[in-house]
């Protein structure tokens, strides 16, 4: 271990501050996915943050394909007996390809005639063994526990499948990388954003579209890393029943990919929560100075930034985010 | 309005009893539901306790046909142009029938080429109107703002639906809704959970299978009525990030539907929060002094005995849970 390394939050700084170079590398990987062609629905199969760039990403391939991809629990398969998936595709993201129930939904879905797709970090790990296509996060070692530049690889990598399956998708996606690779992830709000969570202690994350999964990975890195009870919400679920915690003090932030449909449904949460007197922070895609035309890439960008505000807070309130006091890396569920 | 019907609660009590009987009727309706044989998929499209009765019954449909059934977020055609459905189920899950989301849905999985099913407890509403197969949850008037009887109910109606699918089914769904039928939903822990709502600012609801979905809805309820911030995981799930909440005062309440493959699961849980020193309530169904062969009639059973906790609740920390101060009972999103 060198000096840098024993610095609380080291392993976490340096790597969410690679995640936008490491999606623009995963998005422009060229992927070999001839065997998803005709493919009538999508199933995604993931955990944790994994399973929220699954969310991302599953938005992006209803728009682009028109067909259904929704999100199938590995207990299908690791619990109980499977289910029929002829002329469906399984995607199952891990990033280390090991955990013992994605290896068994691996194993079930393509015994029950979905083609397997794995989205990994780890070259040759178990998940890959059991799949038709691999298409690689290739973020290389990720140290810190709480992951980032893979989930942000992860979108990239489902990016590349798409783009393999669309040449005016990929003409977009690629143009978006671009623009990712290197940018700066400053933005004028950050502060303001810190700021309110350190007066945190309940905190809804909303967005919409792919800006939900967004939500979905920030909500479950400020639980993972700082300990605040954080959840995620559409924008348009939000305004029933979850609606009544405002009568509690609550910190709002909303994910705005700048998506035009997305626009009146983040407009009225934004509305409804200010004027229940909590405190809102919406972070734009238009922040950071930029436009995108594919909103899994402004998702991934929304992450990046948030990334290092949810690790200078966790410092300030004096945790490690490197290793957090509960967790391990590889978590082996059922 | 009679004098009972200013008493505070008075609908959610009046409703939360009668739920049992609800979902046990429910069950034993005929309907006809031939356009679904051969269905390849199903896709549930709802929001709120409804989406939540839908994701109960998604394990079930699974377990009892082997064809995968998940969630369609309804802005796939609320907001975007819609994905192709031939050859699926789309079940919308809707107690009034009349939110302009799902009636959009209902028209865009029609014309996408799906069979559409609608579960509601409006007869004549906007969305029966675009459905193929109507399968009513029968619960009569509901005036509390938050759904008790309908939500059993609707559980009641996606088990009519398989009972028409499946004669084997059928027989252990109705000799489960006999045992259900007017049961007591008292139990010994009854106390005790509540004192340890009143004590908790932050909870978790951990269940597996059908259990998850009666978790979803209990956090939503306790978020609705009672104004905690309680969050819904699966058992498996819950032990990655979220874990790390723990290192606050922590309540967690396990959701036990009995169903055998689970047990290890909620086991290894419920032992890991307990020596992160949380106040840990499990609730069994073989608390009500019965077993059942069906895990939704479970999953009913066990949001119908944590309903008037969560009312006896809301009562003692002064909230009025029939009339919510944000709230109203349909809400209009997009």
């Known amino acids: ?86 002329g469906s595709a399984a995607i199952i993201v891990s990033q280390s390809g090991a955990s013992d129930d994605l290896v068994r939904s691996a194993v079930g879905a393509k015994g029950a005639g979905a083609k397997v797709v794995a989205i990994t970090n780890q070259p040759d790990s178990p998940v890959e063994a059991q799949s038709d296509c691999i298409v690689p996060i290739g973020a290389g070692p990720e140290k810190a526990v709480p992951a980032t530049k893979t989930v942000c690889g992860s979108i990239g990598a489902g990016q590349a499948i798409l783009s393999a399956m669309s040449s005016d998708f990929q003409n977009r996606a690629h143009r978006d990388a671009k623009k990712l690779a290197g940018l700066s992830t400053q933005f004028e709000q950050a502060n303001r954003l810190q700021s309110a969570l350190l007066r945190a202690r309940h905190v809804y994350v909303i967005g919409r579209d792919t800006g939900y999964g967004a939500a979905i990975e920030t909500a479950l890195k400020l639980k993972e890393c700082v300990a605040i009870h954080a959840e995620a919400y559409s924008a348009s679920e939000v305004l029933h029943g979850p609606l009544q915690l405002a009568t509690n003090p609550l910190m709002v932030l909303i994910l705005d990919t700048g998506t035009a449909e997305t626009q009146d449904s ?69």
Request: hydrophobic residues 45%; negative net charge; proline residues 5%.
């Open 266 to 334: 983040l407009d009225q949460a934004e509305a409804r929560f200010e004027k229940e007197d909590c405190d809102v922070v919406r972070i734009r895609v238009s922040d950071f100075g930029i436009d995108l035309e594919t909103p899994a890439a402004s998702a991934a960008l929304l992450l990046a930034a948030v990334y290092p505000i949810i690790l200078n807070t966790a410092l300030a309130l004096g945790y490690d985010p490197d290793t957090p006091a509960t967790l391990s890396k590889v978590t082996q569920t059922t």
């Open 1 to 86: 271990m060198t000096k840098n390394e024993t610095v609380p939050g080291h392993f976490m700084a340096t790597e969410s501050a690679q995640a936008l170079d490491v999606f623009a590398t995963a998005v422009r990987q060229d992927v070999d996915v001839a065997d998803l062609a005709g493919s009538t629905a999508f199933y995604t199969i993931a955990r944790g943050s994994s399973d929220a760039a699954a969310n991302i990403l599953s938005y992006e391939f209803m728009r682009e394909l028109g067909v259904p991809m929704t999100s199938l629990p590995p207990s299908v398969f690791s619990l109980g007996k499977g289910v029929s998936l002829a």
